[in-house]
């Protein structure tokens, strides 16, 4: 029986070695995922959110992290006193912002790329663009590289560093498997209460950004966030002020996952032992998961 394991261990791992070594000559022939004409996305109109933190409750009570009273959200307005980023223990946060005497209110979460660094970074394919919008990373996949989270242009993708055993990458997945896929809102925008959060078509929601701006150009900094910004992302944004004054990083139109592709191909042109160690890996982390994990994952 042990001789039987460790022969089927070795044909697996030798298969997993070669599937590796071929991994680098295929990249640049992958074929790009397709995005549906009708993909989802939500306009944050940043001069009507008004700091409540409904979105973070709502998103914790719905990926079951740590939580407390809504109450306390609302009444709790020291956590503006700093910057905040999205961890494992929130996969969106509110930053307030003082600029011109205005107190800005910027909700902050995966931004959901058209063309994802994070999906092209990832070397065994742990991240998904669906045709839908969303961007969502299989558990059952990844193997700890985080290379998505140094890929990332927004620095959304968090790992569990506090986890020892089976620890995770976490970001806001578009509530996607529960609500977004099967036609219902995100968490985030259903509870939002005084209508900050719009959710639709991508297509229609540029629209309606743009319409915004023409209706109140004095209310509005003519610029739509995330329209072009790394090719495009699923979540835009409206701002009084210059977004630069609300920590909005400066992004050029290119997508990032072409920067990312070619510093890949530098690292592995002349080295594969990299590409096939983290298969093997991989292989060796799926070969000794419990079968109860294994079947989870299959459901």
């Not at 719905?62 to 809504?70: A, D, I, Q, R, V």
């Not at 558990?139 to 995770?168: H, L």
């Not at 540029?206 to 979540?235: C, L, M, Q």
Request: charged share 30%.
């Amino acid at each position: 029986m042990a001789k039987q394991s460790r022969r089927d261990f070795l044909k697996t791992a030798s298969f997993i070695g070669i599937s590796a070594a071929g991994l680098s000559t295929k990249t640049k022939a992958e074929e790009k995922f397709k995005l549906s004409e009708d993909r989802i996305g939500v306009l944050v109109d940043s001069t009507k959110c008004i700091g409540c933190r409904s979105c973070e409750w709502a998103c914790k009570e719905e990926h079951n992290l740590p939580n407390m009273p809504l109450e306390n959200y609302h009444n709790d307005r020291s956590v503006f006193e700093k910057e905040r980023r999205p961890s494992d223990k929130a996969l969106t946060v509110v930053n307030e912002f003082k600029v011109a005497k205005l107190n800005i209110d910027v909700k902050v979460q995966c931004m959901h790329c058209e063309d994802p660094a994070c999906v092209s970074a990832c070397i065994v394919h742990a991240f998904t663009k669906t045709p839908e919008g969303p961007v969502i990373w299989d558990t059952n996949k990844c193997i700890g590289c985080r290379y998505c989270m140094v890929a990332c242009p927004f620095q959304i993708p968090v790992f569990e560093y506090s986890k020892a055993i089976a620890p995770n990458i976490l970001k806001c997945d578009f509530c996607y498997t529960n609500r977004t896929s099967k036609g219902r809102l995100p968490a985030c925008v259903e509870a939002c209460p005084v209508e900050a959060l719009t959710f639709g078509k991508r297509k229609d929601l540029v629209e309606v950004a743009h319409n915004r701006i023409k209706e109140k150009p004095d209310k509005y900094f003519d610029h739509v966030y995330g329209e072009h910004e790394v090719g495009g992302t699923s979540w835009l944004y409206l701002s009084p002020v210059d977004f630069k004054k609300i920590d909005f990083p400066v992004l050029d139109t290119e997508p990032a996952p072409g920067v990312t592709k070619e510093i890949q191909h530098g690292i592995f042109r002349y080295f594969v032992p990299p590409v096939a160690l983290y298969a093997l890996l991989g292989g060796i982390m799926w070969i000794t998961k419990p079968d109860k994990e294994k079947k989870k994952g299959e459901v």
